[in-house]
């Protein structure tokens, strides 16, 4: 009995704290199912990593492409870079995605690397945004490894440090029709 009257408590504590926010106006997200409501749905379409090869103190530049799919206008997104795993750098972009679709965005996020061990890091670029129908290609992930090394020391086989590495969705075409994003980060593309 005291388990039941503890549940009814509880359950109707959710339903004062989660009533007001509903009332006050959650977005009904569609699932893209042509059940109305809004659609949401941004695309990580590819990430370029450089210096692919550097030394530990040496600012990595990460820019990326991402799709907008959207019939909705939402103000703001959550931009991370992560680094085996590890969130090394992130960005709040707010430049009101959505409302038309099918529009290409052109993001820069740079992870400075003083004070990091070296080593070889997995990199990882992701978008969110809450509601999104697809968060499954929301990021994308680097197959090279990001090469750090202690500052002075020679890259291994002479290799020179530097370099690039690229990955791209392959469902992205860049020469496509979609038109290009009216907001720009500095030093874009």
């Known amino acids: 009995m005291r388990r039941i009257v503890t549940l009814a408590i509880l359950a109707a504590c959710a339903l004062?704290?989660?009533?007001?926010?509903?009332?006050?106006?959650?977005?009904?997200?569609?699932?893209?199912?042509?059940?109305?409501?809004?659609?949401?749905?941004?695309?990580?379409?590819?990430?370029?990593?450089?210096?692919?090869?550097?030394?530990?103190?040496?600012?990595?530049?990460?820019?990326?492409?991402?799709?907008?799919?959207?019939?909705?206008?939402?103000?703001?997104?959550?931009?991370?870079l992560t680094a085996n795993g590890?969130?090394?750098?992130?960005?709040?972009?707010?430049?009101?995605?959505?409302?038309?679709?099918?529009?290409?965005y052109h993001e820069t996020i740079q992870w400075d690397t003083r004070g990091v061990k070296p080593g070889e890091y997995k990199i990882r670029a992701e978008f969110y945004v809450w509601g999104d129908a697809s968060p499954f290609d929301n990021f994308l992930d680097v197959k090279e490894p990001l090469v750090l090394l202690p500052q002075g020391t020679a890259f291994p086989s002479g290799e020179p440090g530097g370099g690039a590495a690229m990955v791209r969705d392959p469902r992205y075409k860049p020469a496509g029709s979609t038109q290009e994003g009216s907001q720009r980060s500095s030093g874009g593309y």
């Open 16 to 80: 004062l704290l989660w009533g007001d926010q509903a009332r006050a106006g959650f977005i009904r997200v569609s699932d893209g199912d042509g059940g109305g409501g809004p659609y949401i749905n941004l695309i990580m379409r590819e990430i370029r990593v450089s210096p692919i090869r550097a030394h530990v103190g040496d600012v990595i530049r990460v820019e990326m492409v991402i799709e907008d799919q959207s019939d909705v206008t939402y103000a703001r997104g959550d931009l991370d």
């Open 86 to 104: 590890k969130i090394v750098a992130s960005k709040r972009v707010d430049h009101g995605f959505g409302g038309q679709g099918e529009r290409i």
